[in-house]
């Protein structure tokens, strides 16, 4: 099982464990789900907990998945626009989350 088709790390054999375990017990994922361990500008980005970009593309230009992701859609907007932005997108969240 791989957590991403893209990202060919075995995170686990489905047939012999349950999903739930491997969810659990992977350090991959375990690392992959935690986004304060990501590096570079994804492990700086406002956006790591939204976006935390695509772990496929760093593995591959870096070697490791927590790499900051070279195709980074965020890239070159300032930290501050997208500090603000975030904000927004979560305030928006938090009125939909509790809509009727």
Same mark, same amino acid.
């Given at each position: 099982?791989?957590?991403?088709?893209?990202?060919?790390?075995?995170?686990?054999?489905?047939?012999?464990?349950?999903?739930?375990?491997?969810?659990?017990?992977?350090?991959?994922?375990?690392?992959?789900?935690?986004? +304060?361990?990501?590096?570079?500008?994804? #492990?700086?980005?406002?956006? $790591?907990?939204?976006? %935390?970009?695509? !772990?496929? @593309? =760093?593995?591959?230009?870096?070697?490791?998945?927590?790499?900051? +992701?070279?195709?980074?859609?965020?890239? #070159?907007?300032?930290?501050? $626009?997208?500090?603000? %932005?975030?904000? !927004?997108? @979560? =305030?928006?969240?938090?009125?939909?989350?509790?809509?009727?």
């Amino acid at each position: 099982m791989l957590p991403c088709r893209r990202l060919d790390l075995a995170i686990g054999r489905l047939g012999e464990q349950r999903l739930e375990t491997i969810w659990r017990e992977s350090e991959l994922l375990a690392a992959l789900r935690d986004r +304060d361990r990501l590096r570079g500008r994804c #492990g700086r980005c406002p956006y $790591r907990w939204v976006c %935390g970009g695509c !772990r496929a @593309l =760093a593995r591959a230009r870096a070697g490791d998945p927590l790499a900051e +992701d070279p195709g980074c859609p965020w890239r #070159g907007l300032s930290l501050a $626009r997208l500090a603000r %932005g975030a904000r !927004r997108s @979560l =305030a928006q969240l938090r009125t939909w989350s509790h809509a009727p």
